[in-house]
């Protein structure tokens, strides 16, 4: 799996485009546009709810120049969390070594 950047460029292939408001290319940052409009507007839609657990067929042009030319694959929605750091700095390796030197 791959994590696209908000500047990297999809077309999505000629099948799915009618989904899309904006045409059939464009960048990750647009997707995520028209994916907020679409949750809004037709979450009631059944005939378009396979999108989420299927995702979409598409090509990927990466900007960072990490491959060349366009590549063939799926998108899909991923909900990701990243928890906040704690001010805790002490891992618990940390801790084992704490409790070692203080049994000495």
């Known amino acids: 799996m791959e994590i696209l950047s908000h500047n990297d460029v999809i077309a999505v292939l000629k099948h799915d485009e009618a989904r899309f408001t904006s045409g ?36 990927v042009i990466r900007q960072d120049g990490t491959t060349k030319g366009w590549r063939k694959g799926k998108i899909n929605l991923v909900i990701k969390f990243e928890p906040e750091e704690t001010s805790n700095n002490t891992t618990s390796l940390d801790d084992i070594r704490s409790r070692i030197h203080t049994s000495d």
């Open 24 to 59: 059939d290319t464009f960048k990750v940052q647009q997707l995520l546009k028209e994916y907020e409009n679409y949750i809004r507007e037709s979450v009631e839609n059944s005939d378009n709810s396979d999108i989420f657990t299927q995702g979409i067929e598409c090509e």
